[in-house]
T-cell receptor
């Protein structure tokens, strides 16, 4: 079955700098890659997603890139702010997976003032 | 529009006790899910319901049962709680039945401790 690996597990960056989180997946049939942000004491919330027919997607300070050949995708956050501090999860799924999404193990991002 | 709601928020059980975690969504979604979250392991799917009247096992179903009571509600039951079931439990829902590429919306979670 699908396996998603996420790195790093913790990341600390200076406010204003960029942060990059990387994920790899094993099932070449996966075609949907969402990213979730989880703030302390809350449930995960979708922040951006990308589908396999697209190589890059941007939403203000957040961007996601996908390399299907290498089976990896990354989250980029530019001009980081204190409110970006949270745990971020990548995930992968496919149309035929009957609702199953496989999550990475998470990255705890801390923004230093 | 409350989205996905879960009760209770916190629960402490003794080994062997049973309990039911409740989940409801008001977004008219077809699919609902139960996940557990453990440190360093991300979210793992316990059970899901692709549409009203159907339920299927996920990655870690042992020790749990579910009921899709109606389109809005999906409950998770622990018949005989074990310390290994200490975790944070999240319910989620998505609009389209049986589509793995559909956005999932999560509830706030239930923190369960089994002593």
């Amino acid at each position: 079955g699908e396996n998603v690996e996420q790195h790093p597990s913790t990341l600390s960056v200076q406010e204003g700098d960029s942060a990059v989180i990387k994920c790899t997946y094993s099932d070449s049939a996966s075609n949907y890659f969402p990213w979730y942000k989880q703030e302390l004491g809350k449930g995960p919330q979708l922040i951006i997603d990308i589908r396999s027919n697209v190589g890059e997607k941007k939403d203000q300070r957040i961007a996601v890139t996908l390399n299907k050949t290498a089976k990896h995708f990354s989250l980029h956050i530019t001009e980081t702010q204190p409110e970006d501090s949270a745990v971020y999860f990548c995930a992968a799924s496919k149309s035929s997976s009957a609702s199953k999404i496989i999550f990475g193990s998470g990255t705890r991002l801390s923004i230093r003032p | 529009n409350a989205g996905v709601t879960q009760t209770p928020k916190f629960q402490v059980l003794k080994t062997g006790q049973s309990m039911t975690l409740q989940c409801a969504q008001d977004m008219n979604h077809n699919s609902m899910y139960w996940y557990r979250q453990d440190p360093g392991m991300g979210l793992r799917l316990i059970y899901y319901s692709a549409s009203e009247g159907t339920t299927d096992k996920g990655e870690v179903p042992n020790g749990y049962n579910v009921s899709r009571l109606n389109k809005r509600e999906f409950s998770l039951r622990l018949e005989s709680a074990a310390p290994s079931q200490t975790s944070v439990y999240f319910c989620a829902s998505s609009l389209y039945p049986g589509q793995g590429t559909d956005t999932q919306y999560f509830g706030p979670g239930t923190r369960l401790t089994v002593l």
